[in-house]
């Protein structure tokens, strides 16, 4: 059957969910795809080369900001595209037309699915794979859906996702009508007139980060589902280019709220006491706090770090700036004499604070 | 008698006057009376000065027509039709002392004014066998008809006004000369290259002392010569006539006081010359048949004691000729100045001037570098470059120095072909009739050619959020359908599935 041709849904899941996602505009999605369809794409190449073609100069322009690439794989790869299939779905799954009568458990029955595709999908093998998955769904965070609340002088109704009829806006002035317009970001659609359950959506959200840690890592500070060290993107940021290309993606987002994101994670290995996986985390947080503090060896009275008000905060920068002191005096890091000093003061005072303290107190 | 139309008043009381679809009262016809003849005059010459009489004509009387008390005065009716054309035909009534009614057949009331935007409504009707009431806010008259008055004879009758600024119109122009006149003045004509038709008109003899009738030559000169128009205006028996319209003409010097080609009168295939001085007009009622002015040209017969005509023994091609081509002064005006011929030794010289050229002359410009030197050219003129040997182009892709001709006068397209250059050359002819072929694909534009590369310094911006503005995704949902969830399968079980065993071992021996 034509619904079951793997180009067919190669072409369908490229034209209306992926390259928007990757270009913007407008994003249609259609009929749940499942599992069995999802991992049946493999290597294959949409036709519509234009649109391909534009994907990847804006995927390049992505993977720019974080590592020097000039060409990408053009077309998804199969772990790609069932990925794409996958957050389909996971959309799909907070569709208002699930909230009726016998079609409750629709829902249910796709995120089961979800879940048991993602079990099937590896999570990239190396750094290159990482950013390429990333560049297809660094804006994954970034789809909304317009809701539209239109109030008339006799009554109002709503529209989730859809524009209202024609009858309902006309004589605007006569009949009073005025429209709201709604932006619901993707971990806002469980709740507004969906019959999924958040929790579970969250959840399978977060499993989807694990099958792409970079983009994980490179959107820590949203605000749902939080951010957390998973073996996925520790085994990233546990290699030297890994870290490198998390560090330039850090760089691009608020740097407090990076902190606090990554110092809450962090705490949680501690109180977890997950001594291997702590040590990879803190090599991260070592790194911010050496960068920050070697941005100021140009000046002649170079601040020290600050810490700030926030605990989780504070944690990262003064456990970055206790082992970057550490390291420092151990190693060198490859630093002169003078820049060494200059380091050790820079980070001397959120090493020795009282989240600093609290760090050399847990790790005992 | 009379009382103001109001708005939206439907009922009126007098006979055959209606509303149209603006409101205001209308009749079948309109009416000018005016006081006397020279008054009507003054309306034809007014009225025929912005608008033609052609729509009017088909239902235009003019009578002369007299009073009670025995005063004659003159009215022009029309059909109104609207009361646009009536407000035309009102304000200019009003301007020459005239005034405007409207009715049907009997009855007419005052057409309307500023003090009654609608009209006028009599309120009494005068009880009269008289062909003609009037009813006038200021006075009501019972007409009788005298007499009616043929609006071509009237314009006939009109005695043209001096005028001698029409001696120096251009344009056509009828000559009618005199029989005795005719042949001299068709030769004068011939001999000077004065294209023109020719006929002869008859007149019927104007006493009975005559012998026949009056015979004189009509001659139409589409575009007489400057220097003759005085003699043709001054000399006796001949006399020139201005076309004033189709089938009309006015005698040279004078000027008809109403515009005739606005009174589609006269017919086009006859002619009527109207004279000045009070002369009778001459009428022909059919254009005779006109010949060519050179036909009549006098014919000389040499003498018959050669043979008719000579013939030629033997036919062949003949020798070529070939001169070198020249490059000489001339006195021409410069015309299609577009290019320039810098020499290599004046190059420092453009680079300093470039400085002070505008913007739009750099971007028009072309130039072409060689080893004679740098080749300029620009469509809208080269002038904004002061420098070097200013050329024309005389043909595409050919110039030749301004102020200069080639000689022998050939033709520019012969020229090019005889140079034998390629469609892609441009060809340069300098003074000394040296030809210089230029690949056209050499030409850049000056604006690219001009500036030298600057060393430049990176400056690398601290921050760039988003290096092209991204569109926003936006989710739009559609219907599920019915079997929403038809293809929600999980996905097959993998190949070797199970947690992986040892091989079954042998069994003991």
């Known amino acids: 059957m034509a619904k079951d041709d793997p180009q067919a849904l190669c072409e369908r899941l490229f034209t209306t969910f992926l390259a928007p996602l990757v270009l913007g505009g407008t994003m249609r999605p259609g009929k749940p795809f499942g599992g069995k369809q999802a991992l049946s794409i493999g290597d294959r190449e949409p036709s519509d080369v234009d649109l391909l073609s534009r994907c990847e100069l804006a995927r390049v322009r992505v993977a720019r900001k974080l590592a020097p690439i000039d060409t990408l794989a053009r077309a998804p790869s199969g772990t790609e595209w069932a990925l794409a299939a996958v957050l389909h779905d996971l959309v799909q799954s907070t569709h208002p037309g699930f909230d009726a009568v016998f079609r409750r458990s629709g829902p249910k029955r796709i995120l089961d699915v979800v879940e048991k595709t993602l079990e099937r999908i590896p999570p990239p093998k190396n750094v290159g794979e990482a950013i390429s998955r990333h560049t297809w769904f660094s804006r994954m965070f970034e789809l909304a859906r317009t809701d539209i609340d239109v109030r008339w002088w006799t009554g109002s109704e709503r529209f989730l996702g859809t524009e209202p009829p024609r009858r309902l806006l006309a004589w605007p002035e006569l009949r009073r009508v005025t429209q709201t317009r709604t932006p619901r970001p993707l971990m806002d659609l469980p709740t507004s007139g969906s019959a999924v359950d958040p929790s579970r959506f969250g959840s399978m959200v977060e499993t989807f980060l694990r099958k792409t840690p970079l983009t994980d890592l490179a959107t820590l500070t949203r605000g749902s589902p939080a951010f957390v060290w998973t073996h996925e993107n520790l085994s990233l940021v546990a290699t030297h280019g890994g870290r490198t290309i998390v560090g330039r993606a850090l760089a691009l987002l608020p740097q407090r709220a990076v902190d606090a994101a990554l110092g809450r994670a962090t705490k949680q290995l501690f109180t977890a006491k997950a001594v291997r996986s702590l040590c990879v985390a803190v090599d991260l947080l070592r790194d911010r706090a050496l960068m920050a503090a070697s941005t100021r060896l140009d000046q002649d009275e170079p601040e020290p770090l600050t810490l700030g008000d926030q605990n989780d905060a504070a944690f990262a920068i003064g456990a970055g700036a206790l082992v970057a002191s550490h390291w420092i005096a151990q190693t060198g890091g490859g630093f002169n004499e003078a820049q060494r000093r200059t380091l050790l003061r820079v980070l001397a005072p959120a090493a020795s604070s009282a989240a600093a303290k609290e760090v050399k107190a847990l790790l005992g | ?509």
């Not at chain 2, 009494?124 to 008055?149: C, M, N, W």
């Not at chain 2, 060519?292 to 003949?318: H, S």
Request: proline residues 10%.
């Open chain 2, 1 to 509: 008698m009379l009382e103001r139309i109001a708005l939206h008043q439907t009922r009126l009381r007098t006979p055959g006057l209606g509303l149209e679809g603006k409101g205001v009262a209308l009749g079948a016809k309109g009416l000018v009376l005016l006081p006397s003849l020279d008054r009507l005059v003054a309306w034809l010459s007014v009225y025929t000065r912005e608008h033609s009489l052609e729509d009017l004509m088909p239902s235009l009387v003019i009578e002369i027509v007299r009073s009670k008390l025995g005063t004659k005065e003159i009215t022009l009716s029309f059909a109104a039709e609207s009361s646009d054309r009536m407000d035309r035909v009102a304000e200019t009534a009003r301007l020459v002392g005239g005034f405007t009614f409207t009715g049907t057949s009997r009855h007419f009331v005052q057409y309307r004014d500023a003090a009654a935007p609608f009209g006028y409504d009599a309120t009494q009707l005068i009880s009269t066998d008289a062909p003609l009431v009037l009813y006038h806010d200021r006075f009501t008259q019972v007409y009788g008809i005298e007499k009616q008055v043929g609006l071509k004879s009237l314009l006939l009758r009109l005695m043209p006004h001096v005028d001698p600024s029409t001696v120096d119109d251009s344009g056509p122009r009828f000559i009618v000369a005199e029989q005795g006149l005719g042949p001299a003045l068709i030769h004068y004509f011939v001999r000077s290259r004065v294209e023109g038709e020719v006929a002869v008109g008859e007149w019927p003899p104007e006493s009975a002392f005559d012998e026949g009738p009056i015979r004189r030559y009509i001659m139409r000169i589409p575009d007489l010569p400057k220097r003759m128009r005085p003699l043709m205006a001054k000399t006796p028996g001949i006399t020139t006539f201005l076309p004033a319209g189709p089938g009309v003409a006015v005698e040279l010097g004078y000027r008809h006081p109403v515009a005739l080609r606005a009174c589609p009168v006269f017919d086009p295939n006859g002619l009527v010359l109207i004279r000045g001085r009070g002369d009778e007009p001459w009428t022909l009622e059919k254009m005779p048949q006109m010949g060519d002015l050179r036909a009549f040209a006098r014919v000389e017969l040499r003498g018959d004691a050669g043979p008719d005509a000579l013939q030629a023994t033997a036919t062949k091609l003949p020798d070529p000729v070939r001169v070198p081509l020249r490059v000489v002064p001339s006195a021409a005006p410069w015309r299609n100045v577009t290019a320039t011929w810098i020499q290599p030794s004046q190059i420092p010289l453009l680079r300093r001037i470039a400085y002070a050229l505008p913007h739009q002359t750099i971007l028009r410009t072309q130039i072409a570098l060689t080893q004679k030197g740098a080749f300029l050219r620009s469509n809208h003129g080269i002038e904004a470059i002061p420098l070097g040997t200013f050329f024309v182009e005389i043909h595409p892709n050919l110039y030749i120095p301004a102020g200069y001709d080639v000689t022998p006068a050939v033709a520019p397209e012969v020229l090019y072909r005889a140079l034998g250059a390629s469609a892609s050359q441009v060809l340069f002819i300098d003074t000394s009739a040296r030809a210089m072929a230029v690949e056209e694909s050499a030409f850049s534009p000056l604006e690219t050619a001009l500036l030298e590369a600057q060393a430049w310094e990176p400056i690398v911006a601290d921050e760039i959020h988003r290096a092209l503005e991204e569109a926003p995704v936006d989710l739009k949902l559609e219907p599920l359908g019915v079997f929403a969830l038809s293809q929600v399968q999980p996905p097959p079980a993998p190949d070797g599935a199970g947690t992986p065993q040892l091989p079954p071992g042998e069994p003991p021996r």
